[in-house]
């Protein structure tokens, strides 16, 4: 549990990602061994550096939950290579459709990303998010 903290932390401080760092072990450790959630790790020389993980929706979908690298191996084609891996994955289950959502807080980098593999809005909601 301690290493998976860890590795959503790297990856997800930058970017505000606080879901399960706000929540106790057993709901963190209850959430992510849930039949429906799928996460995958990049290891760069056996070291956790990056975090992927997709939730069956439902039959047809799968929602691409988090994403995400450490920022320090940002430009040297690792998270366009892992995503390409992560969606190969996902879309072996044959969904009908991959979607995510993402915010003013993902990184220009990650929207460029998404959209170079694939996705594309077919949705804009705006939102007040109370601290």
């Known amino acids: 549990m301690k290493d998976y903290l860890r590795l959503f932390r790297l990856v997800g401080d930058r970017v505000q990602w606080d879901l399960r760092t706000k929540a106790s072990e057993a709901e963190v450790a209850q959430l992510i061994s849930a039949h429906d959630l799928m996460t995958l790790v990049l290891r760069v020389s056996d070291?956790?550096?990056g975090l992927c993980e997709f939730r069956q929706q439902s039959d047809r979908e799968v929602e691409l939950l988090f994403f995400g690298i450490d920022a320090q191996l940002e430009g040297q084609g690792l998270g366009r290579y892992f995503l390409s891996k992560c969606l190969t994955i996902a879309w072996a289950r044959q969904p009908g459709r991959i979607w995510l959502r993402t915010d003013e807080f993902d990184s220009p980098k990650a929207v460029k990303l998404y959209a170079s593999v694939g996705f594309s809005i077919f949705?804009?909601?705006?939102?007040?998010?109370?601290?």
């Open 123 to 131: 949705d804009r909601r705006y939102e007040d998010i109370a601290d």
């Open 47 to 49: 070291v956790a550096r």
